[in-house]
């Protein structure tokens, strides 16, 4: 049996009482006692999340940029512009050479030729095994930070919390930084990597420190009336907020275009020729086959990973990802259906239909249902 890997905090975790799952080859909580009070306490309040098992890489060199253009499907330019603030996040994914999605990431622009990028930590050897290959003849070196733990701090009560901390721990001056941080953007101080990012569809920061302090940052945090929360909790929380999760709503055989990412491409300038454009042109031209929607049951039960979905007697799509809304009292879903249907259909559930509403894939944004 493979043994599992573990964060800086996991001794804080399991002291809670956490219940612990294998994420990833990652000892990881689930919940501490309840998912569905966690859900609510970011949605109201502010909680956070031990992140530490996703993979943080510094990129640097003069080529640094031509290497994320050519890498990424959005456009570096959009950030590292001579308009663009220094600390500006950018959301892309990576694609094959036929589209297909590798994995999608967030990636900081500090300044000059230096960018830091995150990426899922379920899929840290293909992604820095093909990041690596990519990268051949590009003036640039990536770094991976594996001894940087992350926190992420969420919920409407979030910022003023980690505002205060800031200024206590880190001196006034940080602390105004921090509380002038506009919405994806990222700041550093001395070790500490603070982002106003997140994936839960709430205002708040993701910390990143030394993985030596991450313990004590934990602790304060507590002590501040910051809720510890778990993966469960965070998963129904980036499903109400319409958030995309690698393996499900996303792959290696699935386009952006075809899972409500768009915007997250950038074909302009056609000049930029990054990896996989080719056949993203191709679909922008004639248009997509499938495309991802938002779903709500019309009716009792719960939508899960897999079901199909009916028009008219004829399977049209699957669900991606399905589940239980706290925040609706409903169950949500996202799902991949072909690109002409637009009327309500029918998921299949133990064998029988059940009506539900086809939707753009969004239900609730800052706590309010959409």
Sequence with gaps: MTKLLKTPINAAHLQAGAKMVDFGGWEMPLHYGSQVEEHHTIRNHAGMFDVSHMVVSDLIGTGAADYLSKLLANDIARINNSNALIGKAL???MLNEEGGVIDDLIVYWMGGDRYR???NAATRENDLSWMNSVLEGFDATLTEQSKVAMVAVQGPEARELVIAWGADKLGAEVGKDIKSLERFFATEYDGWFIGRTGYTGEDGFEVMM???KATLFWEEMLIAGVKPCGLGARDTLRLEAGMMLYGSDLDAVTTPLESALSWSVGLDPAERRFIGRELLDEQKERGVNRKLVGV???GRGVMRDHQKLFFGGEQVGEITSGGFSPTLNRTIALARIRADVTENCEVEMRGKMVPVIIQRP?????????
């Design 91 to 93: 959301y892309s994914c």
């Design 210 to 212: 030394v993985e030596d």
């Design 296 to 298: 709500l049951l019309d």
């Design 362 to 370: 969004l239900f609730v944004r800052n706590g309010q249902p959409i």
């Design 117 to 119: 990028i995150v990426t």
